[in-house]
């Protein structure tokens, strides 16, 4: 009769490590899972053409991707609460916090737009100038705030959010800046983005 081989005892984690682990596995569970849900209606595009064909193909890469997300973000989950705690442990993920955050600040900037106009007025989006009727004049530039708000977000993650000793502050701060960074661009790609 054949025995089965025992798994190896799972290692032991930080309760910073485990907090920064679960915060991680949830931001992609969760982000993971509404892209997927938003990404249906590209999936059942109803009428024929070349405009359908282009928008499923992208509502198929994008549910691929989140359901990668989704299920990896699951793991993580289970994963990382069947850890015993051990104070001792390895809190690496913190690293994770570290990059959730500094990533949700770059979608962010991402999403700001370069150059603005006042309202009632048209941007070029070739030669960045606001035209209203025969007036033509400089948009208002937003390139050096979203770099540097990328940067910053890069800085703070690595240093500060990777911090320890305050895990429930940092994870906190590090998922509100996922959710606004990827919350923002499924808004703006897969919401209000790609026509029906």
Do not use: Q
Not at 23 to 51: H, I, K, N, Q, Y
Not at 140 to 166: C, D, F
Request: aromatic fraction near 8%; hydrophobic fraction near 50%; glycine fraction near 12%.
């Amino acid at each position: 009769m054949a025995t089965r081989a025992r798994r190896p005892p799972a290692e032991e984690v930080s309760f910073a490590g485990r907090v920064a682990g679960l915060t991680v596995g949830v931001c992609l569970a969760v982000s993971g899972a509404a892209f997927l849900v938003a990404s249906w209606d590209e999936l059942r595009c109803t009428p024929a053409g070349e405009r359908c064909d282009d928008v499923a193909g992208v509502g198929g890469a994008v549910s691929l991707v989140a359901l990668g997300v989704a299920i990896g973000g699951g793991a993580i989950v289970v994963r990382t609460a069947r850890r015993p705690v051990l104070d001792s442990a390895s809190s690496a993920w913190t690293w994770g916090l570290a990059a959730i955050f500094a990533t949700g600040t770059m979608l962010v900037a991402l999403r700001m737009p370069g150059h603005t106009c006042p309202d009632g007025v048209h941007l070029s989006p070739v030669f960045n100038v606001c035209i209203d009727g025969a007036r033509r004049f400089d948009a208002t530039s937003w390139v050096w705030p979203k770099r540097l708000l990328a940067i910053a977000g890069l800085a703070i993650g690595i240093t500060l959010i990777r911090s320890s000793e305050r895990v429930w502050l940092t994870a906190t701060v590090a998922a509100l800046a996922w959710f606004a960074g990827t919350g923002w661009l499924l808004y703006d790609t897969m919401i209000t983005g790609l026509p029906h």
